[in-house]
């Protein structure tokens, strides 16, 4: 079983900038995509960014209004990933929640985290 840890929420200002980080418990290397998605009141959840593993090319994904000021990366030997977030805007607020899948055999497994609150509030 693998559990997602986040941190790096916050209240922040419009224009500002924030990191989230998820980690895996415990460091899990069969790991393949990892991700952010977000889930605003009212709204439903969806895909913010995703990456893939080194071995299938660490193949980014991002959703239409993030591209350009969102960044994911992954640390491989640390089962972490990150979200680099700039220019944030009052619309990115939102619960930001970390996604882990791995494929073991036929059967794909899929892994979330508790959650993050993202705040873009003057």
């Known amino acids: 079983q693998v559990q997602l840890v986040e941190s790096g929420g916050g209240l922040v200002q419009p224009g500002g900038s924030l990191r989230l980080s998820c980690a895996a418990s415990?460091?899990?290397?069969?790991?393949?995509?990892m991700g952010w998605y977000r889930q605003a009141p009212g709204k439903q959840r969806e895909l913010v960014a995703t990456?893939?593993?080194?071995?299938?090319?660490?193949?980014?994904n991002y959703a239409d209004s993030v591209k350009g000021r969102f960044a994911i990366s992954r640390d491989n030997a640390k089962s972490t990933v990150y979200l680099q977030m700039n220019s944030l805007k009052p619309e990115d607020t939102a619960a930001y929640y970390c996604?882990?899948?791995?494929?073991?055999?036929?059967?794909?497994?899929?892994?979330w985290g508790q959650g993050t609150q993202v705040t873009v509030s003057s």
């Open positions: 996604n882990a899948g791995k494929l073991v055999g036929v059967t794909w497994y899929e892994y």
């Open positions: 415990p460091r899990d290397f069969t790991i393949n995509s």
């Open positions: 990456i893939s593993s080194v071995s299938s090319g660490g193949y980014t």
